[in-house]
Nanobody
């Protein structure tokens, strides 16, 4: 199975943009559905966006619609989360997750549906 490493987090001003990357090691990255989640201090981990194995389907949380874009490059074994128009409430540790789905268009929006997780990357948005 793959292992995941997030990068790209940091400090950004409100209204700014940031792109997170999730690099996967291992085989057959293109058989995994991917997801991005975030967890703010004292809060539960919440869904942000997901993408199917082939990139055909991309559901988003309401908080992410119109501002964030999830994508993937299966040739580079990497998933991305482009975040724009960021606000202080976007401050959290962001995690990527993977679940093997084979050649399907399945996507998952809850933490329980993913078995593989990265270590997270901190994103802080200043007002």
């Amino acid at each position: 199975q793959v292992q995941l490493i997030e990068s790209g987090g940091g400090l950004v001003q409100a209204g700014g943009s940031l792109r997170l990357s999730c690099a996967a090691s291992g085989r057959r990255f293109g058989w995994y559905a991917m997801g991005w989640f975030r967890q703010a201090p004292g809060k539960a981990r919440e869904f942000v966006a997901a993408i199917s194995a082939g990139g055909d389907r991309t559901p988003y949380a309401d908080s992410a619609k119109g501002r964030f874009t999830i994508s993937r490059d299966n040739a580079k074994n990497t998933a991305y989360l482009q975040m724009t128009k960021m606000a202080p409430e976007d401050t959290a540790v962001y995690f990527c997750a993977a679940e093997p789905v084979g050649n399907t268009i399945a996507t998952f929006t809850s933490t329980e549906q993913y078995r593989i997780w990265g270590q997270g990357t901190q994103v802080t948005v200043s007002s």
